[in-house]
Nanobody, 125 residues
């Protein structure tokens, strides 16, 4: 069982930055790949970024390439999403999810069992 708690969301102007955090419980965090998803208002949840358990591999959706950076600190059981040059279309509830495998896996929301409660990011124009 993994419990995930996101934080760091808020209201920011376009062009600004935010760093989201996702703190995980349990002693097996370092064996899990971690993923960020987001759900814009009125839309389906979508993949944002993923990182393998030892940070060897990372993968980004096209929407965040060059602007978002996913990282993790296994000593702190935390995964981060640094978001720069934010745009109004980045407005969404951001969720982290845990994959019980070490390597990068699916980008589908249906393949993840462990989710945080989400943190709201609002980007004003």
């Amino acid at each position: 069982q993994v419990q995930l708690v996101e934080s760091g969301g808020g209201l920011v102007q376009a062009g600004g930055s935010l760093r989201l955090s996702c703190a995980a419980s349990g002693r097996t965090f370092s064996s899990y790949a971690m993923v960020w998803f987001r759900q814009p208002p009125g839309k389906e949840r979508e993949f944002v970024a993923a990182i393998s358990c030892k940070s060897i591999s990372r993968y980004y959706a096209d929407s965040g390439k060059g602007r978002f950076t996913i990282s993790r600190d296994n000593a702190k059981n935390t995964v981060y999403l640094q978001m720069n040059s934010l745009k109004p279309e980045d407005t969404a509830v951001y969720y982290c999810a845990a994959d019980t495998k070490c390597g990068l896996g699916s980008t589908s929301v249906y393949d993840y069992d462990y989710w945080g409660q989400g943190t709201q990011v609002t980007v004003s124009s």
